[in-house]
């Protein structure tokens, strides 16, 4: 019993994983831009779709590269032609945009693709089960999961370590001074953008073989990302990836007490929760311009 | 919060034009009967039916399906020489589908309504249709319940009822010997339908001698299943039961095969669409199915050609429900030649024959409403048996055999509780 309550746990934190593909990139361009990119969730499900146009071409392997990159190229042109007309102004016209754009991304996939669920399968090469003890694992998340952790720590890098994450985090702050320094913000914005976005693409091509591929996959995903930003305070990197763990794992201790019905629901107490006793996020830092 | 504050915020005319653009944009977009023209002495019919969420996918099946029986019947002449129109929206929620339901009969005068997936949509609106004396044919939604407690003298069933389902898988699995004294680990999707099949699924096991290792209640838009792997593996159970709906039991499949567990799969709800897109290297199980493209009728090969052609791909069984409700209701109205919904009412419940693309043709049982016609069984293909990515599983024959009568299967004595009103 006690062994299965753990390995429920454990799924659990792995599962908070995912999240935080999807999530990071959203409170990365809500943190420079203030966009609340409702159109996150639909770069996911492009990021799916072009894997099942390329993984016959270039194979898996190659997908993996080229989604993420097409999504991010994809991103880079909507942050050129929408978002940076709505950089500081309302959220609520930035929010009405990005609904907007989330809407017509989902209808033109169901026009190009059709209603009906595509199938992928995991490729043969990575199919099979990893044993650790008691504990059984697929291998290919143990993969998903690699790559996952390898993106986060790569962004935490980039974006403390690097001139261009000093940067970017000035921006954040304060980006009267960083104008006034003689620096524009425009490229970083573009990188930004194009990042946060070509992330969601990568998740998309990760989950395409597991989850079901359907026009409307990305409100599935981008509802608890949402909840993970705002649990782990908008603006806050550390934030976003310890929000995205918790959820998880109190997703996995719901269903290892046997309460698999409440296992959504209750990440949705969690950010009442959160909301109630400390509305900037656990992490949040106070930004002043959106107060 | 009457009287006007000045703007807070200045929004600049291109700011505006560019929110507006695109809110119009996209209204345009998702709701495509705005846009249709109506013509005025053309017979019309209202679809309802979810296009989005995780019964979409389905919904889309239904809805091209219905295209082509319009397209047929206005080719052999209409509907009492009336062009046949139907108005198809989007049915959404049950909140959504009711207020859509009471637009089409107010406003749009529709003859009947047709469609839905969801069996609590189908609950509101059949409520709708019963007030407004309107028909409701219900292609989708499975639950007893809507055959039973909250059956009503205006809804009929195209779409078959969950112990329909259950009994005819069941006998497969009872074949098999995997009732018996076996234990079930089943997996129930949380809502309406989900609840109403485990009920029906516990009675037939209970019934014959099996019990459950456990069952587990889902979240409609959970889409991980590798906790309830953990779980199922620990249980070691003699049977994997489904009572999960839409894209669930595709990622369920998914995940099954990716976690490699050996314990036989079966399910009580399902549509071929999700082992469709659940592939062949994924899908695996004992499943009922109410028609699928494969049965051996000249009917069913005239439709999958006709659906084939105009679609690229062979139809599922959302597509069969919608058809035959449309094919029905236009033919008891040219049979009658008249549109009046008591007439229709009584021509059914007097037991009216249909051709429902099977070997033998259907009828709608007077008790409860509900169409009777064979079921099926199919049983999926090993992945190095499979040609092509649609004929992914092998049929039995028709459920119940020749020499049956078809309400073996369904609720019978005190399981079919239905006073209609």
């Known amino acids: ?291 | 919060m009457t009287d006007r504050q000045p703007s807070k915020f200045r929004v600049s005319r291109r700011q505006a034009l560019v929110g507006l653009s695109a809110g119009a944009a996209t209204g345009l977009i998702a709701s495509p009967s705005l846009i249709l023209a109506q013509t005025p002495d053309a017979i019309r019919y209202g679809h309802l039916t979810p296009r989005t969420g995780f019964l979409g996918p389905l919904g889309e099946y239904g809805v091209m399906a219905v295209d082509l029986a319009v397209e047929e019947i206005n080719a052999a002449g209409g509907v009492n020489g009336r062009k046949l129109e139907v108005l198809k929206e989007d049915s959404v929620n049950p909140q959504t589908a009711s207020t859509k339901a009471e637009r089409m009969i107010e406003r749009d005068k529709v003859a009947c309504i047709l469609g839905e997936i969801s069996s609590a949509s189908c609950l509101t609106i059949s409520q709708v249709a019963a007030r407004n004396k309107t028909l409701f044919v219900n292609t989708g939604g499975n639950s007893d319940a809507l055959r039973g407690e909250s059956c009503n003298r205006y809804m009929f069933h195209v779409e078959h009822q969950n112990s329909m389902y259950v009994k005819s898988c069941g006998r497969s699995l009872m074949a098999q010997g995997l009732v018996k004294g076996k234990k079930w680990f089943s997996l129930t999707a949380d809502y309406a339908f989900g609840h109403d099949l485990l009920k029906v699924a516990k009675r037939f096991m209970e019934a014959n001698g099996g019990q459950f290792a456990a069952n587990k209640l889902v979240p409609t838009d959970a889409t991980d299943f590798s906790a309830l792997l953990i779980e199922i593996r620990a249980a070691k159970p003699d049977l994997v039961i489904s009572n999960l709906a839409g894209n669930q039991i595709t990622n369920f499949l998914k995940q099954y095969s990716e976690f490699g567990l050996s314990f036989p799969v079966a399910g009580f709800g399902f549509d071929t669409a999700l082992a469709w897109a659940a592939g062949k290297d994924n899908f695996g199980g004992v499943w009922p199915c109410v028609w699928h493209h494969l049965i051996d009728t000249p009917e069913t090969k005239k439709f999958v050609a006709a659906f084939t052609k105009k679609y690229g791909k062979p139809p599922e069984n959302q597509a069969w429900g919608d058809y035959m409700a449309v094919k029905i209701m236009a033919q008891s109205m040219n049979e009658l030649k008249s549109t009046d919904t008591a007439k229709i009412l009584e021509y059914w419940e007097k037991g009216a024959k249909f051709d429902v693309m099977k070997t033998r043709p259907g009828y709608f049982r007077a008790s409860d409403h509900q169409l009777m016609s064979e079921m099926y069984t199919i049983t999926a293909l090993p992945a190095a048996q499979v040609k092509n990515q649609w004929d992914l599983f092998t049929s039995s024959p028709p459920v119940p055999g020749p020499s049956e009568d078809l309400e073996v299967i369904a609720t019978q004595g005190d399981e079919a509780v239905c006073r209609m009103s």
């Open chain 1, 1 to 291: 019993m006690l062994t299965l309550f753990i390995q429920q746990v454990l799924n659990g934190l792995l599962d908070g994983v995912y999240y935080l593909l999807i999530a990071l990139g959203l409170s990365l361009i809500f943190s420079l831009g203030g966009i609340v990119n409702l159109a996150h969730g639909a770069f996911y499900a492009i990021g799916a779709y072009l894997t099942i146009v390329l993984a016959p071409h270039i194979g898996f392997g190659g997908a993996i590269i080229a989604s993420p990159l097409l999504v991010a190229l994809i991103g880079i042109v909507v942050e050129r032609g929408l978002f940076q007309r709505f950089y500081r102004s309302d959220p609520i016209l930035s929010l009405l945009l990005t609904f907007g754009l989330a809407m017509v991304a989902e209808q033109s996939l169901r026009m190009i693709f059709g209603a009906p669920p595509l199938s992928f399968s995991i490729p043969a090469a990575l199919r099979g089960q990893i044993f650790l003890g008691e504990f059984i694992y697929s291998r290919y998340r143990a993969l998903l999961l690699l790559i996952a952790a390898t993106c986060v720590l790569g962004l935490w890098f980039l974006l403390q370590r690097t001139a261009f994450g000093r940067v970017v985090r000035a921006g954040v702050q304060n980006p009267d001074m960083v104008g006034a320094l003689g620096i524009s913000l425009q490229p970083y914005m573009v990188a930004v953008a194009g990042l946060g976005i070509g992330l969601a693409g990568l998740a998309g091509v990760l989950l395409a073989p597991i989850y079901s591929i359907h026009p409307a996959m990305g409100q599935e995903i981008i509802t608890p990302a949402f909840v993970v930003v705002v649990i782990g305070g908008l603006g806050s990197f550390w934030g976003v990836v310890v929000a995205a763990l918790m959820v998880g794992l109190v997703k996995g201790i719901t269903i290892g007490l046997g309460l698999t019905q409440w296992s959504t629901a209750v990440i949705y107490l969690m950010m009442l929760l959160v909301l109630l006793f400390r509305p900037r996020g656990l992490f949040g830092e106070r930004i002043q311009r959106f107060e």
